[in-house]
């Protein structure tokens, strides 16, 4: 099957990088095998990045991959070597991309400014390592943090040409031509309905204004509900400050003709919602033909009546075209007149407030307590469940932040299961008041092996002393 050359909605699966572990490490070295803690911190991981880039004009790239994947951050190492971070992947969209997610529908952003950017996967922390964790409490950790896994999205990309003016009307209304004889854009034109398949952009120049026009596929009765192509369409000219109407004056379709072409096109305009502000023109085309030009003279003052100013073109011969593109140009400055400046984009960082509590709930289901918050959550996903004193750790800063209490105020009772998370939680046994250390002859946190002389240190120690009382004895040579 072939790859189409314009794609201008597509769904993508974004994963962020997951951050790498943290290491527990002990400094050793020649006659100093326990010097301390010095396991790393693990890289964070790379975030998926879209960012608008200038020229840009077609979704294809992400038709034919819809993967991306940012790179995992590394381990830390021993040595205070920290990971390295995974590095972010940028993807370039075009000007006016609208970014959804394709699971709620919610809008997350309009990317209409070129440089624009959008994190839409966000990497995973690293975890700390045991050096980080070494504090005057717990001198010698045991243990270190897991990274965080990255974040996993499925977006829809929504591209919404950017444009001043756009062109509709019916098939083979000569809306290609009339861009073609506008500007230096080179559309396909040709004799039969719908040779226009994508939306064709032109740059026109009137006096001191600079616009872009957009030729939309023609449009049909029923477009608003899927008939023909322009229903693909209609979204590029949600951004048009100006619509012109494309009558074809010379066709040869029975039942059609200017006035009619012109009140289904509204209908289908009204019908897609959100255009009845924009200013419109009407172009009444292919007066180069006679018969086409006699029927333009007659339904030109109908049009007028309706408040809307005609224009009549012919786009072989060039008649009215200068003025029909100053009138666009006049519509086009007013609007963008009366659109507000652009508000500079400052990027404030604002630093934690020192003491604030940690927000979570704790809910009665069943048998079940379930604990929810970010904090609580973020820590069971750092904790390793295989290393004891990593879950004390765990505990200490569960009991710290207040959950404990919480579950005794709300009636829970030794033995009770607490479930911490969602769908994924891990389920705890309730067990007030015990101490869940690793070590349960030293302090939560604590290695013996720092504190208490080793064996084969003593050892040594007394035949030292044993040798230099052997040596102060008198007679001894």
């Known amino acids: 099957m072939a790859i189409p050359s314009f794609v201008d909605q597509v769904t993508l699966h974004v994963y962020g990088g997951n951050g790498g572990n943290g290491v527990a490490s002990v400094h050793r070295e020649k006659f100093k095998p326990l010097g301390g803690p010095d396991g790393g911190n693990g890289g964070d991981g790379g975030s998926v990045i879209l960012r608008v880039e200038h020229g840009l004009t077609t979704l294809v790239d992400y038709h034919r991959q819809s993967h991306r994947r940012a790179t995992n951050g590394q381990p830390g190492r021993g040595d205070h070597n920290n990971g390295a971070n995974g590095e972010d992947i940028v993807l370039a969209v075009p000007d006016g991309t609208v970014v959804l997610d394709a699971d709620t529908g919610e809008q997350l952003a309009d990317l209409t400014e070129e440089g624009a950017e959008l994190v839409v996967a966000q990497g995973g922390k690293g975890g700390l390592g045991n050096a980080a964790l070494a ?36 098939p083979s209304a000569g809306k290609s031509s009339l861009v073609a004889a506008i500007s230096r854009a080179r559309p396909k034109i040709a004799d039969y309905p719908f040779t226009t398949l994508i939306p064709n952009l032109g740059v026109v120049v009137a006096g001191e204004t600079t616009y872009t026009v957009a030729d939309v596929p023609g ?26 109407h494309v009558l074809d004056c010379a066709t040869f379709e029975p039942g059609r003709d200017p006035l009619s072409d012109l009140d289904v096109i509204e209908a289908e305009l009204t019908a ?28 030109a003052d109908d049009v007028r009546a309706r408040g809307l100013p005609v224009f009549e ?13 100053f009138a666009m140009a006049e519509l086009v400055t007013a609007r963008r007149a009366a659109m507000p400046a652009p508000a500079p984009q400052r990027i404030v960082l604002r630093p934690k407030a020192y003491g604030k509590a940690v927000e979570f709930t704790v809910t009665a289901e069943g048998e079940l307590w379930r604990v929810r918050g970010d904090n609580p959550e973020r820590w069971v996903r750092q904790t390793d469940f295989n290393n004891t004193e990593a879950v004390g750790y765990l505990a200490d800063r569960l009991n710290r932040i207040g959950i404990e209490d919480k579950l005794l105020d709300l009636g829970a009772r030794a033995g009770d299961g607490v479930a911490i998370g969602g769908a994924d939680a891990v389920v705890f046994d309730f067990a007030p008041q015990v101490d869940v250390g690793a070590e349960i002859l030293s302090r939560r946190g604590e290695d013996q092996r720092f504190t208490e002389e080793r064996p084969a240190v003593r050892r040594r120690r007394d035949k030292d002393a044993a040798y230099r009382a052997d040596d102060d004895e008198p007679g001894s040579d």
């Open 272 to 299: 897609h919602g959100g255009l009845e502000d924009r200013p419109r023109l009407v172009a009444l085309n292919k007066i180069d033909i006679p018969d086409a030009h006699e029927l333009a003279e007659l339904v």
């Open 219 to 244: 449009l049909i009765e029923g477009a608003s509900e899927g008939r023909g192509l322009g229903h693909d369409f209609l979204r590029h000219i949600e951004r048009c400050a100006a619509l012109v």
């Open 135 to 170: 504090s005057a409490a717990r001198k010698a950790p045991g243990f270190a943090l897991l990274g965080e896994e990255g974040e996993t999205r499925t977006i829809t990309l929504e591209l919404k040409v950017v444009a001043d003016v756009g062109l509709v009307g019916f």
């Open 313 to 325: 073109i012919s786009t072989k011969s060039g008649v009215g075209l200068q003025a029909l593109t």
